[in-house]
T-cell receptor, first 115, second 109 residues
Framework: NAGVTQTPKFRVLKTGQSMTLLCAQD?????MYWYRQDPGMGLRLIHY???????AKGEVPDGYNVSRLKKQNFLLGLESAAPSQTSVYFC??????????????FGSGTQLSVL | GQNIDQPTEMTATEGAIVQINCTYQ??????LFWYQQHAGEAPTFLSY??LDGLEEKGRFSSFLSRSKGYSYLLLKELQMKDSASYLC??????????WGAGTKLIIKP
């Protein structure tokens, strides 16, 4: 029962480098999300997907891109990393977001440091 | 704007009871969630309230007053493993989740 799996767990980048975070879920969930978590702030939604082949912007999408080529996978890309993108990134999934009581299942997080 | 307020940190004693408050101002309301997050780990779902009143689930209870824009999470018979951050989140009228910054709960023996 893997649930939501994120890789890698830690990553250090230099300013301007690019990288991709991988999220995989085995629960056949339609919705997937990428959040960032910073000290003293609530989780902030970067991008989300309501199904295979579809993506949408969240609250803080600038500097990030996403792709959902397969239902079970949701990739988060940083094209040119900046120190402001130093954060903990969480992937999450849910069966749907069209029912208010649907809970989120989170991956274990990725600690990203941009120097 | 939309806003969720929770205390930054609370301290309680093992075996005691603690109440973590959450107040919110959002564009519409489709329910309020509480999640638990241990340090360095993922948030995990604790409770969901959409109607006024108290929902009890073992040692944990969650209360909601929609007219006051207020909720609390009540933890009884505190155990050391309850040391964690507790995140309050409200689903607005567009089914978007608005998250509070979380309350770090420290349990002392």
């Amino acid at each position: 029962n893997a649930g939501v799996t994120q890789t890698p767990k830690f990553r250090v980048l230099k300013t301007g480098q690019s990288m991709t975070l991988l999220c995989a879920q085995d629960m056949n969930h339609e919705y997937m999300y990428w959040y960032r978590q910073d000290p003293g702030m609530g989780l902030r939604l970067i991008h989300y997907s309501v199904g295979e082949g579809t993506t949408a912007k969240g609250e803080v999408p600038d500097g990030y891109n996403v792709s959902r080529l397969k239902k079970q996978n949701f990739l988060l890309g940083l094209e040119s990393a900046a120190p402001s993108q130093t954060s903990v990134y969480f992937c999450a999934s849910s069966r749907t977001a069209e029912k208010a009581n649907e809970k989120l299942f989170f991956g274990s997080g990725t600690q990203l440091s941009v120097l | 704007g939309q806003n969720i307020d929770q205390p930054t940190e609370m301290t309680a004693t093992e075996g005691a009871i603690v109440q973590i408050n959450c107040t919110y101002q959002t564009s519409g309301f489709n329910g309020l969630f509480w999640y638990q997050q241990h340090a360095g780990e993922a948030p995990t779902f604790l409770s969901y309230n959409v109607l006024d009143g108290l929902e009890e689930k073992g040692r944990f209870s969650s209360f909601l007053s929609r007219s006051k824009g207020y909720s609390y999470l009540l933890l009884k018979e505190l155990q050391m493993k309850d040391s964690a951050s507790y995140l309050c989140a409200v689903m607005d009228s567009n089914y978007q989740l608005i998250w509070g910054a979380g309350t770090k709960l420290i349990i002392k023996p």
